[in-house]
């Protein structure tokens, strides 16, 4: 009981909150940077298959940004020329009357 009215009335020391922020803060950092490479990266391969500016990948660090990205994409003509698939040729046209 003691040990609980002790913890009840301390202030945590600034110093050592300092010292715990100073550390946090890097680690926050880093893993911001590794959720946007995890996001960017993909998006920047997706445009740029697609035929648009892999730089339009950005549009994500953007508050709803994504959700712009999602519907240009959607939505957009893609000029992309359909691969061709080996072994197949183009049947030949019906004859026109």
Known sequence: MHFVAMMMQSTPDP???????IAIIPIFML????VLAIVIV????ICK?????PWLSLLNVVPFGN?????VLAFADWKVVPAPVPGWQQPPYPPQS
């Open 15 to 21: 110093a050592a909150i300092q010292k715990a922020m």
């Open 49 to 53: 298959k697609a035929g648009f500016s």
């Open 67 to 71: 959700l712009i990205l999602i519907y």
């Open 31 to 34: 893993f911001l940077l590794l």
């Open 42 to 45: 993909p998006f920047w391969f």
